[in-house]
């Protein structure tokens, strides 16, 4: 089998036939005139003019004075923002740029989506090549490290010696305010500070960054030039990027100008247009083709687009014995077919169906045909001009190349290859899995996204297993990995939608209608991730349809979790309460313990604790924290119903459950939980089991449980006649609270507020704010015991009325404890009067 030496030496060689004099003088115009401010030079052509090689021929002639680094969007994680990033600041980091800001803000964020995972070098993104994170972690030996904001800057104070670079991250004032930040601010600000890292060196050194295939990432755009946002990140990122120039390669002009028209001030526009005649005959004498008239009919054939020039040249490379006569761009590709070998014809058939491909890949392939699949036919294919090298031994065909194969695939051949590379990337992924070191590499594929869009093609994948790779996905590759399902279950949803819809009277199949739900719900539970209710509800209307299948009731669970977060308590109650009774599979556990959750916080206790049992009983053996959970809600529960020691003693099974696993964010509420006992039991330990609590609550950023720490701290200072530091707890109670938009947390803290200003002698503030506790409790649908708790309170100090004792009178049939309403009420007033009385 001949390998083509010769190609890549005309490959090299054919740079110097650009003559795209226009677009290097005004690339070398915009290098001469950077400054602070963002430019853009935007290369446009049709497909095949050679944009991609247009690009590297210009970043190799930048000079050394400048950095450069590349995205290739026909990559589909370049599309994704954390992607794209990741790999230009691991391209610049290698140039010398230090990215400690964006570094810790990087980590922040992929802490954020990944709560269940600790910071170390082999889960966490560029750890071993980012300085910082390096030494915070090296520093750390082994103690675990949680990616939040303040706790990244404070590790910093003892990971980094230089005081200078030590100050800089400790004073930054965007990285202070991340903590506090929504997902989508966060995302945000992880791009500003990349910016503003890039434009601190580029006084040192300027940057080029270069974008090739825009199309890749906004293929139809609207009327106007709107893209539906998908490529809003994009200018986010190139907006910022002050004292650089940014070059991107694409088919059609960016009209962001649509958007802001301050665009039009920042974007130099260079048409890319096919090579002149002379340009395009020299380039195939150069390749050894020189007789005249077939020159001329190559030449003209190609129309200038050195796609098919390139092309032309294989052919000759492969058959140079029986020169043809060419008419059209097309002939030229159907003559290189001709005239390649049966095997290597079939292969590449086959190899335009995978997005990108290495060598293991290609022995997948060989394998499930029964085709050559050793280096020799290896190293000839990829020495072909379009196939396009990427990091790391991977490939790409060109997409007018892709186009001509997949011609000669039948739709049934086409279902078979997906089939065989969806095994493929499961086989990868179980590797992985079983060896994290091994995988893609800087390619950054996520094989369980490749495995789910081989398995659409294929029809052959069900929704319920896209559940599951994106489940596994979520810990192998990250949430921009589910992101990118998401992506790919819409546009395979788009393009069948669009096809059905040609046929009248068309009803959506049920498989897609199941692939549908399954994006919906993926794509709702990464919004509740990134704390945005609302969207999660859009996605998630109230049907009335059967959640029999894993994939329906998790799309329900997820509509009820974002109602309840919205304050619907009632409707996600309801909802919980029909995916229990009507789902036996994976998400009937969780479905379970959300039931007994809102039952409790209802005021339900008996059915509560019941149901919780119910639930232990059918958890898997390995499900250790759903265990630990059940056991934790049984002990809040028995916390409001006063009796301390079977609270203290289902807590210590709670933690025993969290540490067989081991549960970071179970052992960190352990914490919190064991303050709030102390704060009944012992107020002299709670005051530093609540400072435990907060130092571990701060490292994972959670609000809520940090407000609340800071509430049985003050309760406790209430207890122990510490009434200024008690109020100063209270107010960094209230802060937190509000920030974490937990409503009932906040009217439980005012609760026991309400009694220290009743001992500091404000009887009419205190009555004021009992009444108001009250009031959020039965608008939250939360706490009916507490109502009756406050009401027998106020009557106890004179501060009862007419409101109270209605609202106590419809707090009270909801409460069902475990033994007599009388006996709880007496535990509840012997309670109450501790933090009433001075000498408690």
């Known amino acids: ?56 021929e210009l970043r190799d002639r930048t000079p050394d004075t400048h950095r450069t680094a590349r995205l290739d969007l026909q990559l589909p994680t370049m599309r994704q923002q954390e992607d794209a990033l990741a790999v230009l600041r691991m391209e610049f980091g290698a140039q010398g740029v230090q990215f400690d800001r964006f570094d810790i803000a990087y980590a922040v964020l992929w802490q954020r989506v990944h709560p269940q995972l600790q910071l170390n070098p082999r889960t966490t993104p560029f750890a071993e090549e980012s300085d910082i994170l390096s030494s915070i972690l090296d520093d750390a030996m082994g103690v675990p490290v949680f990616g939040t904001a303040a706790g990244l800057v404070r590790l910093t104070g003892r990971a980094i010696k230089n005081r200078k670079r030590r100050l800089r991250i400790e004073s930054d004032p965007t990285l202070q305010e991340l903590d506090s930040l929504g997902n989508a601010d966060l995302g945000h600000a992880v791009s500003y500070l990349f910016a503003e890292e890039l434009r601190s060196s580029a006084a040192e050194r300027p940057y080029v960054v270069y974008v090739d295939a825009h199309e890749a990432l906004v293929p139809t755009p609207l009327p106007g030039g709107r893209s539906y946002g998908s ?46 005649m002379a340009a395009r005959l020299d380039l195939l004498t150069q390749a050894g083709i020189t007789e005249i008239p077939r020159q001329r009919s190559i030449a003209e054939a190609s129309e200038g687009v ?81 196939a396009y090298p990427l990091p790391e031994g991977w490939f790409r065909l060109h997409q007018l190349m892709i186009g001509a194969l997949r011609r000669h695939l039948s739709p049934a051949a086409q279902r078979h290859v997906h089939g065989a590379l969806r095994r493929h990337w499961e086989e990868l992924a179980d590797r992985m899995e079983r060896d994290p070191g091994r995988g893609p590499g800087r390619a950054r594929l996520s094989p369980l996204r490749e495995a789910a869009f081989h398995g659409l093609h294929a029809e052959d994948v069900t929704a319920e297993q896209i559940q599951r790779y994106a489940d596994r996905a979520v810990v192998l590759s990250g949430r921009q990995a589910v992101d990118g399902i998401v992506k790919d279950l819409r546009d395979h949803l788009s393009v069948s939608g669009a096809q059905d819809r040609g046929v009248a009277g068309a009803v959506e199949h049920p498989r897609r209608e199941a692939l549908r739900d399954a994006a919906n719900c993926l794509e709702a539970e990464g919004l509740l991730d990134r704390g945005d209710a609302g969207g999660a509800i859009e996605l998630t209307p109230l049907r009335d349809r059967p959640v029999r299948s894993l994939v329906s009731a998790r799309l329900a669970l997820a509509g009820a979790n974002a109602r309840r977060i919205a304050g619907e308590s009632t409707v996600a109650s309801a909802i919980f309460q029909r995916v229990w009774e009507e ?76 540490r067989s696993v081991p549960s970071v964010i179970g052992l960190a509420n352990v914490l919190t939980n064991h303050a709030e006992l102390y704060a009944f039991t012992d107020p002299g330990a709670a005051v530093p089991a609540a400072t435990a609590a907060l130092e571990v609550q701060r490292d994972l950023g959670a609000q809520h449980e940090i407000g609340k720490a800071f509430t049985a701290m003050a309760m406790a200072q209430t207890r122990l006649g510490q009434y200024e530091r008690a109020a100063t707890s209270f107010l960094s109670a209230n802060e937190a609270l509000d920030r974490a938009g937990y409503r009932s947390g906040r009217a439980r803290a005012d609760m026991f507020r309400a009694f220290l200003l009743y001992r500091q002698g404000e009887r009419g503030a205190a009555g004021d704010l009992l009444l108001h506790a009250a009031r959020e409790f039965e608008v939250c649908a939360v706490y009916p015991s507490l109502i009756l708790a406050i009401h027998g309170a106020a009557c106890r100090l004179g501060l009862d009325g007419d409101e109270l004792a209605a609202l106590a009178e419809r707090a009270g049939p909801a409460v069902r404890p475990l033994g007599s309403t009388a006996d709880l009420l007496g535990r509840t007033e012997a309670v109450v009067s501790m933090f009433l009385e001075e000498n408690a």
């Open 583 to 658: 789902h036996d599979g994976a998400a009937r556990a969780a479905a379970g313990f959300c039931v007994a959750d809102i039952r409790m916080w209802q005021g339900d206790f008996r059915s509560s604790f019941a149901l919780a049992e119910e639930v232990h009983a059918i958890c898997a053996p390995d499900d250790a924290a759903t265990r630990g959970d059940l056991k934790r809600l049984m002990h809040l529960g028995h916390r409001f119903l006063m009796d301390f020691d079977s609270a203290a003693r289902l807590l210590a099974e709670a933690e025993a459950e969290y």
């Open 1 to 56: 089998m001949p390998i083509r030496p010769r190609y890549r030496r005309v490959s090299a060689l054919q740079r110097q036939f650009f003559n795209r004099e226009g677009i290097l003088a005004d690339y070398e115009e915009e290098l001469r005139a950077l400054a602070d401010r963002p430019r853009i030079l935007n290369v446009v052509g049709v497909g095949g003019i050679d944009k991609s090689r247009l690009l590297q």
């Open 231 to 276: 490529d809003a990140w994009l200018r986010d990122l190139l907006g910022q990027l002050h004292g650089g120039l940014a070059v991107v390669a694409s088919r059609e002009p960016l009209r962001w100008a649509a958007y802001d028209p301050e665009w039009a001030t920042v974007i130099r526009r260079s048409e890319l247009d096919g090579l002149p």
């Open 306 to 386: 050195p796609f098919y020039l390139h092309l032309a040249v294989d052919t000759h490379l492969q058959n140079a014995a029986r020169p043809e006569q060419t008419g059209t761009a097309e002939e030229i590709v159907q003559r290189f077919l001709q005239h390649v070998s049966a095997d290597e014809v079939r292969i590449l058939e086959l190899l335009s169906v995978a997005r990108t491909f290495d060598f293991g890949v290609f022995r997948a392939v060989g394998r499930e045909f029964d085709l050559p699949a050793n280096l020799l036919m290896w190293e000839s294919l990829t020495a072909y001009s379009f």
